[in-house]
């Protein structure tokens, strides 16, 4: 465990120097992320199962891989020359979409959470988020809407002025109104990642800010574990079990994963391949759920690390091959992004918050679905602009254009 704490430290203080003491960097946030669980890990009171070299050796190459890949394609130097500003159409469609949609989302929400056996109903609330309520679907309750809200929030957020500041901040409430109705933890965490991230961008927080928030965000989990808990006893040591069972219990349960034991070639990393051909009827293997199985390592948990489709699919060969492929791209995007380009700028804002998780899960993959769609949305006031579709200044064009042929 020493060795991994020092792999770590080296490797953050290597990316704060090259991406100029950014926070946000990918490298910072991952290497910066293992360092503070390691050291939970060495030093805190718990009755998880000790880390062997099965788990070391595996999280030692994703770090040292992912850092370095990301850390090399920042180095390159990017002309994003003229940065495309998303067109005002296009906003005001996703905006008003989302104010229409906003009571029938939570409603929708209300009505499944009555279905719940507990007389809670913030623990109902909670088993309808994560698919806890027979027959009712997980998706039901994060309807397409959802993501034109998170979308239409970011954009108007990185444009934010005197003009659209009312639409930052009924899309904010919406959104944390969505958090707080469904009790989940991530939606909270999303917000207030992404949030925190364009605000950095712009230089309206600084770095002590964040972390201030950091504390406070820790603050809002707390209570809404003691909301939906079915039970009425206050937990004297909440703060230490929920870092016990949400940030270091993922750790041990990677090691109980045998690698390569995967019963179709890449049923985890290529899942979204595999649902599409099962939908269209052209296999039969139905894909694997994206909610694993629990098992006991000190304590219940079924987070098994970002780590666990590479390792259970292909080995350590894995973890290495796609450290390095997440680690190009969330470094270029961040390049990107660095650079003043608006459009990566808010889509590095939605994916930030996976790289986040990475203690817990794989989202990049596992959620690729999603980020389709994020991304395809995200894209269409940039489109909309860049080839001045529906756009007064093209009528104008034409119009000369004619006249001049005349």
């Given at each position: 465990?020493?060795?991994?704490?020092i792999?770590?430290?080296i490797?953050?203080?290597?990316?704060?120097?090259?991406s100029?003491?950014?926070?946000?960097s990918?490298s910072?946030?991952?290497s910066?992320?293992?360092?503070?669980?390691?050291?939970?890990?060495l030093?805190m009171?718990?009755n998880?199962?000790p880390?062997?070299?099965?788990?070391?050796?595996?999280i030692?190459?994703?770090?040292?891989?992912?850092c370095l890949?990301?850390?090399?394609i920042?180095?390159?130097?990017?002309?994003?020359?003229?940065?495309?500003?998303p067109?005002?159409?296009?906003?005001?469609?996703?905006?008003?979409?989302?104010?229409?949609t906003f009571?029938l989302?939570?409603?929708?929400?209300?009505?499944?959470a009555?279905?719940?056996?507990?007389?809670?109903?913030l623990?109902?609330?909670r088993?309808v988020s994560?698919g806890?309520?027979?027959?009712?679907?997980?998706?039901?309750?994060?309807?397409f809407?959802?993501?034109?809200?998170?979308?239409?929030?970011?954009?108007?957020?990185?444009?934010?002025s005197?003009?659209?500041?009312?639409r930052?901040?009924?899309?904010?409430?919406?959104y944390?109104?969505?958090?707080?109705?469904?009790?989940?933890?991530?939606?909270?965490?999303?917000?207030?990642?992404?949030?925190?991230?364009?605000?950095?961008?712009?230089?309206?927080?600084?770095?002590k800010?964040?972390?201030?928030?950091?504390?406070?965000?820790?603050?809002?989990?707390?209570?809404v574990?003691l909301?939906?808990?079915?039970?009425?006893?206050k937990?004297?040591?909440i703060?230490e079990?929920m870092?016990?069972l949400?940030l270091?219990s993922?750790?041990p349960s990677?090691?109980?994963?045998?690698?390569?034991?995967?019963?179709?070639y890449?049923?985890?990393?290529f899942r979204f391949?595999?649902a599409?051909?099962?939908?269209?009827?052209l296999?039969?293997?139905?894909?694997?759920?994206?909610?694993?199985p629990?098992?006991n390592?000190?304590?219940?948990?079924?987070?098994?690390?970002?780590?666990?489709?590479?390792?259970?699919?292909?080995?350590?060969?894995?973890?290495?091959?796609?450290?390095?492929?997440i680690?190009?791209i969330m470094g270029?995007?961040?390049?990107?992004?660095?650079?003043?380009?608006?459009?990566?700028?808010?889509?590095?804002?939605?994916?930030?918050?996976?790289i986040?998780m990475?203690?817990?899960?794989?989202m990049f993959?596992?959620?690729?679905s999603?980020?389709?769609?994020?991304?395809?949305?995200?894209?269409?006031?940039f489109?909309?602009s860049?080839?001045?579709?529906?756009?007064k200044?093209?009528k104008?064009?034409?119009?000369?254009?004619?006249s001049?042929?005349v």
């Amino acid at each position: 465990m020493v060795q991994t704490i020092i792999i770590c430290l080296i490797l953050l203080l290597l990316s704060l120097i090259c991406s100029k003491n950014n926070i946000f960097s990918p490298s910072v946030i991952t290497s910066g992320l293992w360092l503070i669980i390691m050291v939970l890990y060495l030093f805190m009171n718990h009755n998880l199962n000790p880390l062997t070299n099965k788990f070391f050796i595996a999280i030692n190459l994703w770090v040292i891989v992912f850092c370095l890949s990301s850390l090399f394609i920042q180095s390159f130097s990017t002309t994003n020359g003229k940065s495309i500003i998303p067109s005002i159409l296009t906003r005001n469609i996703l905006f008003y979409i989302s104010i229409i949609t906003f009571p029938l989302v939570i409603w929708k929400i209300y009505e499944l959470a009555k279905l719940g056996v507990s007389p809670n109903i913030l623990t109902n609330l909670r088993a309808v988020s994560v698919g806890g309520i027979k027959n009712v679907d997980i998706e039901e309750t994060s309807p397409f809407y959802i993501i034109i809200w998170f979308v239409s929030y970011l954009i108007e957020l990185n444009q934010y002025s005197k003009e659209n500041k009312h639409r930052v901040f009924i899309l904010f409430f919406m959104y944390f109104v969505y958090a707080s109705i469904t009790m989940a933890k991530i939606h909270f965490l999303i917000l207030f990642v992404s949030t925190s991230y364009i605000l950095y961008s712009k230089k309206t927080l600084k770095a002590k800010h964040v972390f201030l928030g950091v504390f406070f965000l820790f603050l809002v989990f707390e209570g809404v574990q003691l909301l939906r808990s079915s039970s009425t006893a206050k937990d004297p040591h909440i703060a230490e079990n929920m870092i016990t069972l949400y940030l270091l219990s993922p750790s041990p349960s990677l090691q109980t994963i045998k690698p390569e034991s995967s019963q179709v070639y890449g049923e985890n990393v290529f899942r979204f391949i595999y649902a599409i051909n099962y939908k269209l009827g052209l296999s039969n293997h139905k894909p694997v759920s994206t909610f694993l199985p629990f098992i006991n390592v000190g304590t219940g948990t079924n987070t098994y690390t970002i780590l666990y489709p590479f390792y259970k699919d292909f080995g350590l060969a894995g973890v290495g091959v796609f450290a390095v492929i997440i680690g190009l791209i969330m470094g270029y995007i961040y390049n990107k992004a660095e650079n003043g380009n608006l459009l990566y700028i808010v889509i590095y804002a939605f994916l930030i918050y996976q790289i986040m998780m990475q203690y817990a899960a794989e989202m990049f993959f596992t959620n690729l679905s999603l980020n389709l769609k994020r991304l395809v949305i995200v894209l269409l006031p940039f489109l909309f602009s860049r080839y001045e579709l529906f756009s007064k200044n093209k009528k104008m064009k034409s119009i000369e254009r004619e006249s001049t042929n005349v």
